[in-house]
């Protein structure tokens, strides 16, 4: 296994010196699900649930989080970020939330993707639970990301 960039060498945590590597397009998508029920659901797809639409709040509270980031994750970089978009969209039981995020840059948008769909399922969770508090928040994961040193990478299919 490869040591751990973020650990030096007395065990102490550090961002990463990305001073020298050259800025490369990166992209990475993730994605997360809530789980609910019909009810709860088809009140989501509505529309009109007592907060306001949940598909399109969730997606901009997605959009917003991704850019916060390096705010939340001690040692992320902050990234000048081209390209956030954010997808809810009805699933068999509950609703699907799919991340893409891009830049041209010296580090990968891998933590954006990830934070961006997990404030989306938050966001749709905040805003269903009065009709239900049972929702569940899971596979929040990377899909795939492209660009950088390391290369391409895709998740296996579930």
């Known amino acids: 296994m490869s040591k751990l960039t973020h ?60 850019k916060k980031t390096s705010d939340l994750i001690p040692l992320c970089h902050p990234l000048a970020l081209s390209k956030v978009e954010v997808a809810v969209e009805p699933a068999d039981g509950g609703l699907s939330v799919t991340a893409r995020v891009k830049t041209t840059g010296p580090t990968g948008v891998e933590m954006e993707a990830l934070t961006a769909a997990s404030v989306a399922c938050l966001t749709i969770y905040d805003m269903l639970k009065a009709a239900e508090k049972g929702m569940v928040i899971e596979a929040v994961r990377l899909l795939e990301k492209t660009g950088g040193k390391s290369g391409d990478w895709k998740a296996d299919q579930p």
């Open 7 to 66: 650990i030096d060498d007395q065990g102490r945590a550090r961002m990463v010196d990305v001073s020298e590597k050259p800025a490369t397009a990166r992209e990475a998508v993730a994605a997360g699900f809530v789980r609910m029920s019909a009810e709860t659901l088809a009140l989501a797809i509505s529309g009109s649930g007592r907060k306001g639409d949940v598909r399109a709040v969730a997606e901009l509270a997605g959009v917003m989080a991704a």
